[in-house]
């Protein structure tokens, strides 16, 4: 969330790929995430508020809610090849 937070200072109609992004919720809410000290997280704030609704709105309170994490690289290009079209 830090990377679209710092896109969205140069890009400010930046919105978060939904397809993509939902499917890092899936595995968030399916136990395929992480706590923060596994992936040396833990002095990493909360990112408040990016600008993009579906961030804003689903997408940070998941995180804050669950204290895990969904790293991009979790997801293989052929979950996201249903989403490409």
């Not at 993509?20 to 408040?48: C, I, M, N, S, W």
């Not at 609704?53 to 669950?66: H, N």
């Amino acid at each position: 969330m830090r990377i679209a937070a710092a896109l969205r200072k140069s890009f400010p109609d930046l919105q978060c790929w939904r397809p993509g992004y939902d499917l890092l919720l899936y595995f968030l809410r399916t136990g395929k995430a992480h706590a923060p000290e596994q992936a040396e997280k833990v002095g990493q704030k909360l990112v408040q508020a990016i600008g993009c609704q579906y961030a804003d709105s689903t997408l940070l309170p998941a995180i804050s809610d669950s204290n895990r994490y969904v790293d991009q690289e979790a997801v293989e290009i052929g979950e996201l090849a249903g989403t490409l079209v």
